[in-house]
Each structure stands twice: as structure tokens, then as C-alpha cells.
């Protein structure tokens, strides 16, 4: 037996189920969200700026350091006028790496 409960793996292939779906989290981001990342935010050289001092600080040899490091500098993008994202762009990719990191890499 490997430890894994049953109640953690998908129906479908035998894979780990998503953590998201077992927690009865919908992954789609919800209207009202979706409408808040159309607006504009507002350019903030103060919060990027502390956002991006503490990716710096955080970002160490692990890998976890480093994601947080990079999802931080990514959320900094949103008070940067230079930058064209959203919301909902960064929390679609950092679902994304998210679920790669689950599965212990990229399948090929």
C-alpha cells in the first residue's frame, strides 16, 4: 500500500486528484473577479517597489523560495504601467506552476 487514500486520487486515470477540485474550489475565476481585473490598477511605484524588495529578500537556494520569489516579482507587474497583465493572468499562471510542482515536473 502506498499511503495514498483513495479519496485524494481522480476517477478517471488514477493520478492525484487537483487540490482545488477536492477542496470543491471552482478554478474558474468568478465574474466578479474577472470584472476587477479589467480595471485598471493603479500605477504604484511604492508598492512595486516593496513588493519586488521582498521577492529579493525571500528568494533563497530552495526551489519554494524561488517560486515565491518569482510569484511575488509577478504581482509587482500589476503596479508597473510597462507591464501588460491581470489578476487573472497571474492567477492562472501561477495555477499553472503550481500544478507542474504537484506532478513533480513537466511530463514529456
Same mark, same amino acid.
Given at each position: 500500500m502506498?499511503?495514498d487514500? +483513495?479519496a485524494d486520487? $481522480?476517477?478517471?486515470?488514477?493520478e492525484?486528484?487537483d487540490?482545488?477540485? #477536492?477542496a470543491g474550489?471552482d478554478?474558474v &475565476?468568478?465574474?466578479?473577479? #474577472?470584472? #476587477?481585473a479589467?480595471?485598471d /490598477?493603479t $500605477?504604484?511605484?511604492? &508598492?512595486?517597489a516593496f %513588493?519586488? $524588495? @521582498?521577492?529579493?529578500? /525571500?528568494?533563497?537556494? *530552495? *526551489?519554494?523560495? !524561488? !517560486? %515565491?520569489s #518569482? @510569484? %511575488?516579482?509577478? &504581482? *509587482?507587474?500589476?503596479?508597473?504601467?510597462? +507591464?501588460?497583465? *491581470?489578476? +487573472? +493572468? @497571474?492567477y %492562472?499562471? &501561477?495555477?499553472?506552476i503550481?500544478?507542474i510542482?504537484a506532478?513533480?515536473? @513537466?511530463e514529456r
Amino acid at each position: 500500500m502506498t499511503g495514498d487514500n +483513495e479519496a485524494d486520487r $481522480d476517477d478517471r486515470n488514477g493520478e492525484p486528484a487537483d487540490p482545488l477540485d #477536492a477542496a470543491g474550489v471552482d478554478p474558474v &475565476v468568478p465574474d466578479s473577479a #474577472a470584472n #476587477a481585473a479589467t480595471d485598471d /490598477v493603479t $500605477d504604484d511605484a511604492a &508598492v512595486r517597489a516593496f %513588493l519586488r $524588495d @521582498i521577492a529579493n529578500d /525571500v528568494r533563497g537556494d *530552495s *526551489s519554494e523560495s !524561488q !517560486q %515565491l520569489s #518569482a @510569484i %511575488l516579482y509577478r &504581482v *509587482s507587474d500589476l503596479y508597473d504601467p510597462n +507591464e501588460q497583465t *491581470s489578476p +487573472e +493572468e @497571474i492567477y %492562472l499562471n &501561477v495555477r499553472h506552476i503550481m500544478q507542474i510542482k504537484a506532478q513533480s515536473g @513537466i511530463e514529456r
